[in-house]
């Protein structure tokens, strides 16, 4: 037997025959001695198990942690509302805030002062008294406009005017309705189309349009303290007003300019570097809309990730920063969205917001279900061939950690112990069609030597694995082999070498 390239990220090439790889739910992780059993091992997405509930809610949208304390903004049918999560799972509604279905976004400042924008408007909560205030965003005489979003830097509170090119700041460590002056503004003029999205990042403030992006800087000016960094025009734009990222010491966006939309981009100084690949690009790219997609970023075991859902599509990616490759996040065994909408590391966990009720749920290795829902991980390697001569298929081996079952073991449906099961399908005409679905015990508990493997699998010109789990346990898979006379083997160790390199 030889050993395969199986384990990967995401890439759904045009054509299948070129590769028709798909991660869903495994982080492929790169082995960084350099001496282990495989290159690249595939290790389990966190599931997820309910911290608190709040009660009549829809969805989350955002979270936000200041001083100790964790707010979300969230929303039923009706409006959008301020709540705040205790340590134990307590949570108490601070408030009813604009209507629902607005852009939101939750700011601090260190004079106690937590901002609040909803839907075009802007609230400030005392955190001392917990008392919410409307701040004025329809005569002028407050706030020029109504909001997109709010944001803050260098005790400056920066209001992006919805619909327009205009920032506004705050008077400095003051938020409230005294704070805010028609006259602090400017007008983004470096570009001629409106601001789409605003990010605080290094203390500087990313303004993007839908085709060019401008940062700016605390240059300490009169009466608009910010002014565009010279030398950081940036000649890419943003496709999806909520995709913007802060993550790995960068900013990351869903981008777009009037050649097109839909690449992922990573700023490397001011310099936009594609971070997404062509497969993840193509499915973008065929859905109805990629505007309403929403990014929020994550690290979890040494991997940074940037999360995006799509809403339109129902679907959602993880990009990971320490590998460069995609997988796909979802929620049951029907491909829906992940259950996530918005993150917030809080109480020393993982927390993350519903996107279909008031649920906050801890996300962590810990849970082998997503709140007792099962996680289906999926795993299709790419093509296997012998320059399309025909190659005898005898024996395909998985190195599964075996003996990884329960205690007390699962039951099948008789009610008697049974392994885990991993199920196992093959293509033999490059990813085009595909074989019934057999599955293979793992090993229950303590069972570690357990050999999970198929034989005789026929002959094919080019052959592709496909591996699938549901079973609640820590799934882990190390490598996987081959026994097929004639199958370029020389061709998929090199593959195999150049991919743990670019990952190393």
């Known amino acids: 037997m030889a050993r395969i390239s199986f384990a990967g990220g995401s890439y759904q090439s045009q054509s299948p025959n070129a590769d028709c790889e798909y991660t869903q739910n495994w982080i492929p992780e790169a082995i960084e001695s350099g001496v282990g059993a495989s290159g690249i091992a595939l290790y389990e997405t966190p599931g997820l198990n309910v911290f608190a509930t709040l ?14 304390r964790l707010f979300f903004i969230a929303a039923n049918l009706q409006n959008q509302y301020l709540w705040e999560v205790f340590q134990n799972g307590g949570s108490i509604n601070r408030g009813t805030l604009g209507p629902a279905g607005g852009p939101a976004s939750l700011v601090a400042n260190n004079a106690s002062q937590l901002l609040a924008c909803s839907s075009g408007t802007l609230w400030i909560m005392n955190l001392v008294s917990n008392i919410l205030t ?29 619909n327009s090119q205009t920032l506004q700041v705050s008077s400095l460590l003051n938020g409230t309705a005294s704070g805010w002056s028609p006259l602090n503004f400017t007008i983004v003029s470096v570009f001629a189309d409106q601001i789409v999205a605003t990010l605080v990042d290094h203390r500087e403030v990313w303004v993007w349009g839908p ?20 030398g950081g025009f940036i000649e890419q734009g943003i496709a999806a007003a909520q995709s ?37 690009e193509q499915e973008w790219q065929s859905f109805p809309t990629i505007a309403d997609a929403i990014g929020y970023p994550y690290q979890d075991r040494g991997h940074s990730f940037a999360h995006w859902y799509f809403p339109s599509a129902g679907k959602s990616y993880r990009y990971d920063v320490a590998t460069g490759l995609w997988h796909h996040a979802t929620y049951g065994v029907n491909g829906q969205a992940h259950l996530s909408q918005c993150h917030v590391f ?29 996680i289906q991980r999926v795993r299709r390697g790419p093509p296997v061939l012998a320059e399309l001569d025909y190659m005898h298929l005898h024996r395909f081996r998985v190195y599964v950690e075996s ?34 679905t057999v599955s293979l015990d793992c090993g ?61």
């Open 444 to 504: 229950q508990a303590g069972d570690f030597g357990k050999l999970v493997e198929v034989r005789r699998l026929g002959r094919a010109r080019s052959w592709v694995p496909e591996i699938s789990t549901t079973d609640p346990i820590q799934w882990r898979i190390v490598d996987a082999y081959l026994d097929a006379p004639g199958a370029d083997f020389k061709g998929q160790q090199q593959r195999l070498a150049k991919q743990v390199a670019q990952v190393a």
């Open 346 to 374: 809080a109480y020393n966990q993982h927390l993350v917001g519903d996107r279909q009720s008031g649920n906050v749920y801890t996300m962590s290795i810990q849970y082998s279900t997503d709140n007792g829902t099962p």
């Open 403 to 436: 003996g990884l079952g329960p205690q007390p073991p699962l039951l099948d449906g008789r009610g008697n112990p049974r392994d885990p099961q991993m199920y196992f399908r093959d293509s033999r005409d490059g990813g085009h069609t595909w074989s019934d």
């Open 211 to 230: 085709k060019q992006t401008i940062p700016y800087f605390d240059a300490g000016a009169p009466i608009f303290p910010y002014l565009p960094v010279p």
């Open 134 to 162: 409307e701040l004025d965003t329809t005569s002028g005489n407050v706030l020029i406009g109504p909001v997109a979003k709010i944001s803050f830097s260098d005790g400056f509170f920066v209001a992006q005017i919805a």
């Open 55 to 68: 009660t009549g809610m829809k969805q989350l949208i955002t979270g936000f942690i200041f001083a100790g």
């Open 244 to 280: 913007p990222v802060k993550l790995d010491n960068s900013v990351m966006w869903i981008g777009a300019d009037e050649r097109g939309w839909g690449v992922a981009w990573r700023a490397n100084g001011y310099l936009p570097t594609r971070i997404s690949n062509h497969g993840i």
